[in-house]
Each structure stands twice: as structure tokens, then as C-alpha cells.
């Protein structure tokens, strides 16, 4: 992500291009006699949004339906949990 620093007066006169920065993905520094009083930063999509950004992308393929829960693939016999064999093997 770019950063752009660009004082208040030349922030004001030319407002809509650094907008369009900033709308681009790019941050903007506002400065008063060469000190930082401001960012700007651009608002984060949202998950669904960027899903189907990378959709469209083909990034990525989905159908759309929820995932479900993988089973677990060993089971342990008897009453003892996985903490309880964890911390026999510590000691």
C-alpha cells in the first residue's frame, strides 16, 4: 500500500484527485507546516465483498454453501482426553 503526503493548502485545491488515491488502495498523510495532523486511509472491504472480488478474479471457486465441520480423523480409546496423553508425555 502506497503512501502519498501531501500538505493541507495543495489538499484542499486539488481534493478529488487524492481522493481518487485513496480510493485506489493508497494512504494519505495530511501535513500542517511539514508535521503529520491527519491520515487517510481507505475503508476495508468487507469479507463477502472481497470473496467475490476473487470470484470474479477467478482467484478462487465457491459455491456459495457453507463448509462443513471435517470429522476427526483418529479416535482414542478408553476415558483419557488428548490434554490427559499430552501431559503424561511431559512428564
Same mark, same amino acid.
Given at each position: 500500500?502506497?503512501?502519498? /503526503?501531501?500538505?493541507?493548502?495543495?489538499? !484542499?485545491?486539488?481534493l478529488?484527485?487524492?481522493? #481518487?488515491?485513496? =480510493?485506489?488502495?493508497n494512504?494519505?498523510?495530511?501535513?500542517?507546516?511539514? !508535521? *503529520?495532523? +491527519?491520515? %487517510?486511509?481507505?475503508?476495508?472491504?468487507?469479507?463477502?465483498? &472481497?470473496?467475490?472480488?476473487?470470484?470474479?478474479?477467478?482467484?478462487?471457486?465457491?459455491?456459495g454453501? =457453507? %463448509?462443513? *465441520?471435517? !470429522? *476427526?480423523?483418529?479416535?482414542? &480409546? +478408553? =476415558? =483419557? /482426553?488428548?490434554?490427559?496423553?499430552? %501431559?503424561?508425555? #511431559?512428564?
Amino acid at each position: 500500500m502506497a503512501q502519498t /503526503t501531501v500538505g493541507i493548502r495543495e489538499f !484542499k485545491a486539488r481534493l478529488a484527485s487524492y481522493l #481518487r488515491l485513496v =480510493k485506489a488502495g493508497n494512504t494519505l498523510v495530511i501535513t500542517e507546516h511539514g !508535521k *503529520p495532523v +491527519g491520515r %487517510i486511509v481507505p475503508v476495508k472491504m468487507s469479507v463477502q465483498d &472481497r470473496t467475490q472480488e476473487l470470484i470474479q478474479a477467478g482467484v478462487i471457486a465457491w459455491s456459495g454453501h =457453507k %463448509i462443513r *465441520p471435517f !470429522k *476427526p480423523t483418529v479416535r482414542l &480409546r +478408553g =476415558k =483419557k /482426553t488428548v490434554a490427559d496423553l499430552v %501431559i503424561e508425555n #511431559r512428564e
